[in-house]
Structures are given as C-alpha cells and as structure tokens.
C-alpha cells in the first residue's frame, strides 16, 4: 500500500513554462485535493474532487487547472508558470465521514 | 469567511513535560476537527480526530473539543525531543471542506 503518491518531487521551471503535476492514491479513497504551502501561510486549498468526475475550486484557484482522470488520479496543472507559483504543492485524499486527510510526499516546485 | 486560528509560537517545552496546543475555530457548524503532525521538510501526517465534545486520547496524545466556546486542543503527555514539530489544527466546515490553521511550532527541549 503506497498511500499517495506525487510526481515529480522537485521541478524548476522558466515564467511562462507549463507543467502537470500527477498525484495518485491506492487506499480507494472518494475525495482527492490540491494544497499548496508556503512560509508563514500554512496550507491553502487550490482545488479539490469530492468524487469522481467532479471538481470544485478552493481558495487559492487562479493559475491553475485540474483533472480527475479516474477515481486514483488527480493532476495539477500550470499552464503559463510565474514566480509567485513557487511552493511545495500537497496531494491528499480522504474517505468518507469523517473526511480525515492522507498526505503525499510533496512537490518542491520553483519558478524563476 | 471560515476561520482557524493557531498561536505559531514557538512552543518551547522541556522533555518530559505536558504540550498544550491550542485552536480556535469561526463557524459553529464546524463538524469534524483534526491535529496533524508535520516534520520540517515533510508532509502532514494525521495524529488523530474528534467530532464530539469532550477529550479522546490516543496514547500520549489527548484532544478536547469545546464547541459551545469554538475551541479544540492537543496534550502531549511525557513530551519527547521526536516530537518536536509544527502541529496544524484542522477543522471541516461542511461536506469536504477542510479549513488548515497556520500551525504551531513546538520545540521540545531535553
């Protein structure tokens, strides 16, 4: 049992380059997010799937879409990259009630 | 706007000691609460949850729920230097979404 996985665990990009951040769980979990974390500002929702074929905006959306390819895929994309995207992006899912979270490894994405 | 909020401390306790770490949350139909453990460096990892008033434990680990005064709390108990860690509070508002506090850093000191 892997839990949830992500890929890549570093990247650097150039402003204006795209990327697409995968994320995978095997605990078949209904609900997968998108968080990113910087300094001083804890974890901040980007988006998240409550089940499959679904996808709700968070808090902190622009820049930034998202796919739910099946129930264990959930991907992150930036189309057009810019420094204020810099961050370590989280991957997490949950069950259901009471919706307690399982994290993966992390992203350290930074763009220059 | 749906709040949490955590003291970022440092907390600094000697070894041995009791931690106490404190939430606060806005929204009175908050439903479920949880603590979460985070290594500098790593990713969260889940301690444990509660949904009723009252306190759960789970070995060294005690949480209490306050929801007439929109309060949660984690003891350690018998605190170790492994402990040392920024805890987040974690609080659901409705059906799948979960608010995250800033943290609170807690140092342990042997």
């Known amino acids: 049992n892997a839990g949830v996985t992500q890929n890549p665990k570093f990247q650097v990009l150039k402003t204006g380059q795209s990327m697409t951040l995968q994320c995978a769980q095997d605990?078949?979990?209904?609900?997968m997010y998108w968080y990113r974390q910087d300094p001083g500002m804890g974890l901040r929702l980007i988006y998240y799937s409550a089940s499959e074929g679904t996808t709700d905006k968070g808090e902190v959306p622009n820049g930034y879409n998202v796919s739910r390819l099946n129930k264990r895929e959930f991907s992150l994309r930036l189309e057009s990259a810019a420094p204020s995207q810099t961050s370590v992006y989280f991957c997490?899912?949950?069950?259901?009630?009471?919706?307690?979270?399982?994290f993966g490894p992390g992203t350290r994405l930074t763009v220059t | 706007q749906k709040e949490v909020e955590q003291n970022s401390g440092p907390l600094s306790v000697p070894e041995g000691a009791i931690a106490s770490l404190n939430c606060t949350y806005s929204d009175r139909g908050s439903q479920s609460f949880f603590w979460y453990r985070q290594y500098s460096g790593k990713s969260p990892e889940l301690i444990m949850f509660i949904y009723s008033n009252g306190d759960k434990e789970d070995g060294r680990f005690t949480a209490q729920l306050n929801k007439a005064s929109q309060y949660v709390s984690l003891l350690i108990r018998d605190s170790q230097p492994s402990d040392s860690a920024t805890y987040l509070c974690a609080v659901r508002f409705s059906y799948d979404k979960v608010i995250f506090g800033p943290g609170t850093s807690l140092s342990v000191i042997p």
């Open positions: 605990m078949n979990h209904n609900s």
């Open positions: 997490a899912s949950s069950p259901l009630v009471p919706y307690e979270q399982y």
